[in-house]
């Protein structure tokens, strides 16, 4: 079945950088696009980041642009996102997501805080 597995976040200082990594398994990775979603506290979960098969496209929300990069290693079936000049605004819980066959598949998420 098909399971994402979200790491790397944690408390990070305003300006400071985390990488968060998506494990992925029981579909083939490198024939999908993959998605960041996040959900902050007491809002809809929005789309971050996606990035296509190959990894040669990838398109972001306005208010990330220029601060994240989202990657993958098909090798590895592992996907990223490299989040720089962290803001307050950035806190919230990030998940990966995959559409399978027309269902979604989500990850458990990890919280990503970002405060002095």
């Known amino acids: 079945q098909v399971q994402l597995v979200e790491s790397g976040g944690g408390l990070v200082q305003p300006g400071g950088s985390l990488r968060l990594s998506c494990a992925a398994s029981?579909?083939?990775?490198?024939?999908?696009?993959m998605n960041w979603y996040r959900q902050a506290p007491g809002k809809e979960r929005s789309l971050v980041a996606v990035?296509?098969?190959?990894?040669?496209?990838?398109n972001y929300v306005d208010s990330v642009k220029g601060r994240f990069i989202i990657s993958r290693d098909n090798a590895k079936n592992t996907m990223y996102l490299q989040m720089n000049s962290l803001k307050p605004e950035d806190t919230a819980v990030y998940y990966c997501?995959?559409?399978?066959?027309?269902?979604?598949?989500w990850g458990q998420g990890t919280q990503v805080t970002v405060s002095s």
């Open positions: 997501n995959v559409f399978v066959r027309g269902s979604a598949y």
């Open positions: 990035i296509l098969r190959d990894g040669g496209r990838t």
């Open positions: 029981g579909f083939t990775f490198s024939s999908y696009a």
